[in-house]
């Protein structure tokens, strides 16, 4: 894998369109230097507007330059990878059930969803094709508790497959959530099915509309923002907006929306969605919107800020650790970012592997070392499934020349 990063693939689609570097550079607004550091391995795409921009401007998907999703090396990976099949068939109604009684797949829905938060998405993904199949068929014949349920099947199966590079089948469950959300009427549910369609329409690349969708959700839930459930979506759908302002560079408003849901994270005492909306999760999003604004530096600050013993979940500490790893090798710190991201390996393997920023840093950190590495960083390395033994040689055939 040390042969194998975003920037490469940049040089690949690039030499596709038959479009020279500075061409590229002059679509994203950078320097032609840049775009030739990106694609020989010299500088590692670690922000979401940058990839969002070269994608667009190759009239690629953003998939197309992590490579994602990534093949599995194990079992537990297969069984991960093999999920995203299992789930089209369900929601296409491919595989017969015979639904389990309401009651039970509520017992179920919760502890896979508590399952994903504490970093076990092979249990979680395990799960999730044959609750989409069973409450699929109670909400046709069921009444508002089964289409409520069937909008929980779909919204968790979209945050859980987005991670790993299905962006499409993502969407797909996200837009299903929402169908099914209007049908119910019930507000919340409405909001969190806008939260998911938010979700996945950032992951695609597509950030003005992810900050439209999570701002109207806002806004048509605030009336009803009453309860815990109502002040969590709030919350959550002023946080995704937050981010989804870093990445088109609208930072004031990004800090507007951190600042409201900051405000109403203390008013929420319950979690019935497993979405850990509190003020320390508040102070997660923070520093993943500080790299967003290029303020690589601060993330790590902030990180250091966030009471890590208020944090319930391996989810947000993973999340945590990943976005402080970010920082601390932006601003130079590679040991202290190794040993972060060592740290989320070892408490996550599962979350952590897939990831395309962590993978791209480390494959980064071993092309610099221009040596074999630490003994930290050539664990992670081997971890992650990259070569740590040498930098990588020039790219073969070209692919990364200068083509002006």
């Given amino acids: 894998m040390r042969d194998d990063w975003i920037g490469l693939r940049v040089a690949r689609w690039r030499d596709i369109a038959g479009m020279t570097q500075q061409e590229l550079a002059d679509r994203i607004g950078v320097s032609r230097e840049y775009v030739s550091m990106i694609e020989?391995?010299?500088r590692a795409v670690t922000k979401r507007s940058l990839l969002y921009d070269l994608a667009a401007a190759l009239g690629v998907s953003v998939t197309d330059l992590t490579g994602q999703p990534i093949p599995p090396r194990s079992a537990v990976e297969r069984s991960a990878y093999s999920a995203a099949p299992a789930i089209r068939q369900a929601l296409d109604g491919e595989v017969p059930v015979e639904p389990r009684s309401l009651a039970h797949l509520e017992d179920i829905s919760d502890w896979m969803r508590s399952a994903g938060m504490a970093g076990d998405w092979a249990t979680q993904l395990e799960i999730l094709p044959g609750l989409i199949s069973e409450t699929a068929v109670l909400a046709e014949t069921g009444g508002e508790q089964a289409v409520g349920l069937h909008v929980k099947a779909c919204f968790c199966a979209s945050l859980a497959v987005k991670p790993l590079g299905h962006i499409d089948l993502s969407r797909l469950l996200a837009e299903r959530a929402a169908t099914y959300a209007r049908q119910l009427g019930n507000p919340v549910h409405k909001a969190a099915a806008q939260y998911v369609v938010a979700q996945a329409v950032l992951a695609g690349g597509s950030r003005h509309r992810s900050l439209a969708v999570a701002e109207?959700?806002?806004?048509?839930?605030?009336?009803?923002?009453?309860?815990?459930e109502g002040r969590t979506w709030y919350g959550m759908l002023h946080l995704h907006a937050g981010l989804s302002a870093a990445t088109v560079g609208q930072s004031d408003t990004a800090a507007a929306h951190l600042t409201e849901a900051a405000e109403i994270a203390p008013t929420v005492s319950g979690d019935p969605w497993r979405m850990e909306f509190t003020p320390a999760n508040v102070g997660v999003w923070r520093v993943g919107v500080a790299l967003e604004n290029g303020e690589h530096g601060r993330a790590p600050e902030l990180a250091r800020q966030v009471d890590q013993a208020q944090l319930r979940t391996v989810d947000r500490r993973i999340r945590l650790y990943t976005d402080s790893a970010?920082?601390?090798?932006?601003?130079?710190?590679?040991?202290?970012?190794?040993?972060?991201l060592l740290f989320a390996d070892e408490i996550a393997p599962q979350a952590i592997r897939s990831r395309p920023a962590v993978r791209e840093i480390v494959g980064q950190m071993v092309r610099d070392s221009q040596r074999q590495g630490s003994d930290e960083l050539r664990d992670l390395a081997l971890r992650l499934g990259i070569d740590p033994l040498a930098p990588p040689d020039a790219p073969d055939g070209g692919a990364a020349r200068n083509s002006d």
């Fill in 326 to 340: 970010r920082g601390l090798y932006l601003a130079g710190q590679n040991k202290a970012a190794v040993r972060a």
């Fill in 216 to 228: 109207n959700a806002a806004e048509q839930l605030q009336p009803d923002a009453t309860d815990d």
């Fill in 40 to 42: 020989n391995g010299k």
